[in-house]
Structures are given as structure tokens and as C-alpha cells.
């Protein structure tokens, strides 16, 4: 089957307090990039940032879509709401920790009038004794999106030479 004409659309809607607001974007685009570039069957999509915090409507959405080459005939909407470490001490554990990633995601179609999926995810990596920093926030995300809109995951994910310079490992470990 070939790749479908796709956008992704994504923006980011910060809490007030959060911490390197910066740093955790450049990591969220570099995650969403991996995703569209290392998933099997995204090859025709072009992913877009929107500004801060602009949750634009299905028909803005559209209207945006028309003006870009290839008429996608599906869309993808991403608000990063969270990407970073938690760490939780005291009982009932002594140390938790990990990342956790928190989407809100519309799917679009042309030919359904209205979304034909919309939903909150909230992916979580760690455990006991497990304290994390920002440097696997971009791979967070990756897999946080693998887990939201596919089924399942080929496992084909590890091959730096596959990527194009703009999003290598080093790049990642550059905005980190």
C-alpha cells in the first residue's frame, strides 16, 4: 500500500511553572521527526510546527493543509502538554522516577466531515530507583507517539546511518 499524503500539525501548550520550555520543544520536534522519518508508511508526511499554544480549529486546520503541495488527504494534530523527568521520594517509595510524555491528538480525514479519532495520552518510562534527566526526551517522544497511533512497533528503530543529518543522535544530544 502506499504512503498517504499526510500532514502532521503540532504545537506545544506549556503549564505556567514548566522548566526549559525551550529545550523540551527543540526535543519534541527532534522525537516527531524520528517518528514521521523511522515509521513505516509515513513517507509522503511533512510535519509542521504551529506557535505556542495554538490549537487551531479542524477547518483552520484544513484551510492550512490546502495551501501546502501533495493535497494530504490526512492530518495530524499534536499538542505537547508534557515531556520531562518526575521523580517522586518518600513512602510509599523511597525513589520513583522516570519521563512521561502528555499528548492531546486529533486525526483528520477528508473524506469524514469531523475528527475521526481524538484523545489524550499520557506515556510513562521508569520505575523504582530510576531517576532520569532530559537526555532521552526526544526518544521519549518517539516512543510515546509510537505507542498513541500505531498498533505495533517494527523494532526497526536503531539505525543512526538511516537518518538524515538534521535529526541524528547528535543532533538530539545537541539541543539536550
Request: glycine share 8%; net charge positive; proline share 8%.
Amino acid at each position: 500500500m502506499p504512503p498517504i499524503p499526510m500532514v502532521i500539525y503540532w504545537t506545544t501548550q506549556w503549564r505556567s511553572d514548566q522548566k526549559e520550555p525551550g529545550l523540551r520543544t527543540k526535543l519534541a520536534e527532534c522525537g516527531i521527526r524520528q517518528f514521521v522519518l523511522e515509521t513505516p508508511g509515513l513517507a509522503k508526511t511533512t510535519v509542521q510546527r504551529l506557535p505556542a499554544s495554538d490549537v487551531p480549529s479542524n477547518a483552520e486546520l484544513w484551510d492550512r493543509a490546502a495551501k501546502r503541495p501533495g493535497n494530504p488527504r490526512k492530518l495530524v494534530l499534536i499538542v505537547v502538554r508534557e515531556l520531562g523527568p518526575i521523580l517522586s521520594i518518600g513512602l510509599p517509595f523511597l525513589v520513583r522516577g522516570g519521563t512521561e510524555v502528555v499528548l492531546d491528538v486529533r486525526l483528520l480525514d477528508r473524506r469524514i466531515s469531523g475528527p475521526f479519532g481524538q484523545f489524550q495520552t499520557h506515556w510513562e518510562n521508569g520505575g523504582l530507583f530510576v531517576v532520569k534527566g532530559v537526555r532521552t526526551l526526544s526518544g521519549d517522544m518517539k516512543a510515546a507517539l509510537n505507542a498513541a497511533l500505531l498498533q505495533a512497533v517494527d523494532g526497526k528503530h536503531d539505525n543512526e546511518d538511516s537518518r538524515p543529518p538534521c535529526i541524528s543522535k547528535k543532533k538530539c544530544r545537541e539541543a539536550e
